[in-house]
């Protein structure tokens, strides 16, 4: 068997200790006696369990009354939770393998029995009902297979327990912020005209694994985003083989991960000279960003940031409709947001020391976009920078 | 406005409509007015609608009675629609901002109030209940939304559309086929004692992207997945800065994708001589594919496929508990598989020409395993590989 040191863990174990407790403090003060985790993100965040199982379905069950978490899944991943946690053997669990995929049973049918076998029949189950990956038949099963619970959405308990970082987490953040700044300097080192796109995105693949010092890095939980001219005008689309232009705009939405921990990072980049339209947008986006960030203190609710952006973008002629930010950390795909705290009207969510988030202030008009982003913690003196590239239209001659 | 020419087309417009037709004649074979497809690979599929917005609310709606399918999704995204489909302007419908992780509303109830407007409130609908991104929460609002209609499981109805492959996407399984070839060759010579795993994976990411000659790569729908020693007994462990060691096993599982069209593919190293039980096994795995590829033929049901490898593997001495491969074609994170036939027993789906498997040929004992796999189409003539890397125990000096 593997010698469970020879696994670099990300945390001691008195981390662990402190979230599960965190959790079932939470989970108990929302009348639920047991959780049920599936989101990836939960799962390793509570227990130390990695790997990309995620597709198919696994869970970490947090009893209120249990010392440590149950993890259920795979028999083939089984193992590595026996080597990226501590859980005692009797709390890892397999299912049989012909319920994968399978078109009438499913895997959580064994859960129910898992649950109902440790007297868990009757009790009151908050489930992550809309993660990711907790398909809507995985709970039909869990629902049909446990008649005497009361199963309610937990509304995302577990995502607001990781809301404010530990020191030990902190440390991570700032060492991805360390890689990231690598990976967009690699990114705007590469753009020149005619360079296929894909070979930029081969080089930041590159820079992100490779990390920083010692530093390796981990995948990022969205794939690296580049989006060229008129393409400026929509977030998500991936690159192709097509030359970088003469002219023109380049917006890069790129992250390093380290341990899972996220920095996601947007540039603006302009071939050539840019027009005074787009040099306008950039400087009014950089502007109201450093005024949100100063902004962002314990004690600010999240829409008083939001506005402190707003106001600023409005009074240079521009607004953007979308949020302005969302809460970040350890993350898995598809997404690196913690989908908790949003920067936006209506959220009142008190920022706290050491909460961080993605400040994305990319402003999307009809033909184009700009986008001049930072990770950011909250600190006593305001947001601070966890990367540490040029905050500015990056002008490529 | 972006000149849609100029985003390079995965297909012909002729191949959409192919498809779409294929599936509204499954869809009304089945007894369903609509269908509501949320997994990205069947929104690609059905439309050419590209882009990592999965992890926020989005489908495709495909009515039977009507010649274009309906694009839903984030305000953001819906230029993507503009710029990677064909469809028309007033079947790209987007939903208001406020409802992105909004803790009562969701972007389902706009979609509700979409198909009401379109008349199909009382229609017989299939949704994708096990799809990955389609979460219990989504169903919950769809179902509240739409109480006049009749919602049901559409077991994968897309997915098995996507089965047989045409041979304009067979040739991207074959592009990515090249790509994968290079992929692997690369870690290979990569591979040394003392090399960092990240610098080893590094070296993978930009051989994934970069691609062969003109082709580029997409990213894959699972990252590049390394075991070193005893870590192979588990196959989703990833990559730490550890040191490839002075000798033992390393498995590595790769990918490429072409246009997300995947080949996976798995092999097996060993640094420095390998004990003759690791020879033995992986010499079992080797003869045995070899058996099984033989047999894949039009007509043979997959359970007769992997008894033919279960019956050689256990003359050698050895079994394999979990399936032996699975179906494989376009596809996005989190899996590259597609969730339909699966080689194993039970399974008595008849292999058609043009069907894409990944023989997963990975045995896994408690403290090693081994896995040299093959992506292969079904021909006439057997499995017809589609990568071409050495089928042997990697013995590297």
Chains 1, 2 share one sequence.
């Not at 986008?371 to 540490?388: H, I, K, M, N, Y």
Request: glycine letters at 8%; a negative charge.
């Amino acid at each position: 068997m593997l010698d469970a040191m020879t696994y670099p863990r990300a945390f001691e174990s008195a981390e662990y200790d402190r979230r599960v407790g965190l959790v079932k403090e939470r989970a108990a003060n929302a009348g639920f006696d047991l959780l049920l985790c599936q989101d990836p993100a939960s799962m390793g965040w509570l227990t130390g369990f990695d790997g990309w199982s995620f597709y198919t379905p696994q869970a970490v069950l947090v009893h209120v009354d249990e010392p440590a978490p149950v993890w259920f899944g795979r028999a083939q991943d089984a193992r590595s939770a026996e080597i990226t946690t501590d859980l005692p053997a009797e709390n890892i669990v397999a299912f049989s393998e012909p319920l994968v995929h399978h078109p009438e049973m499913h895997p959580f049918d064994e859960l129910c029995e898992l649950i109902d076998a440790r007297g868990w029949g009757s009790a009151a189950i908050g489930v992550e009902l809309d993660a990711h990956y907790y398909t809507a038949r995985a709970h039909r099963h869990l629902v049909a297979g446990l008649p005497h619970a009361r199963i309610e959405d937990n509304r995302e308990l577990v995502n607001w327990a990781r809301l404010v970082k530990s020191d030990v987490e902190l440390a991570y953040m700032r060492e991805a912020g360390e890689i990231v700044t690598l990976v967009m300097n690699t990114a705007i080192a590469r753009l020149e005209p005619g360079v296929p796109q894909s070979e930029v995105i081969a080089d930041v693949y590159h820079a992100q694994i490779t990390g920083s010092g010692e530093k390796f890095g981990d995948y990022t939980s969205l794939c690296p985003l580049i989006q060229v001219g008129e393409g400026t005008s929509t977030p998500h689309l991936t690159w192709t083989s097509e030359p970088i232009p003469d002219s023109g705009l380049v917006v890069m939405e790129l992250a390093a991960a380290r341990r899972h921990y996220h920095t996601p990072l947007t540039r603006t980049m302009h071939l050539g000279a840019p027009s005074a339209e787009v040099a306008r947008l950039a400087e009014a986006i950089v502007v109201s960003g450093d005024a949100a960030l100063e902004a962002a203190r314990p004690g600010a609710t999240c829409e008083e940031v939001e506005a402190v952006w707003q106001r600023s973008l409005n009074r240079h002629g521009y607004e953007k409709a979308s949020r302005v930010g969302y809460s970040i950390g350890l993350n898995y795909p598809p997404d690196w947001g913690e989908r908790t705290a949003s920067l936006r009207p209506g959220d009142l969510t008190e920022l706290e020391a050491g909460m961080c988030f993605h400040f994305q202030s990319g402003v999307w008009l009809d033909d184009f976009g700009a986008a001049v982003s930072e990770p950011f913690v909250v600190t006593e003196a305001g947001g601070e920078r966890l990367s540490d590239v040029a905050r500015e239209l990056i002008v490529i001659d």
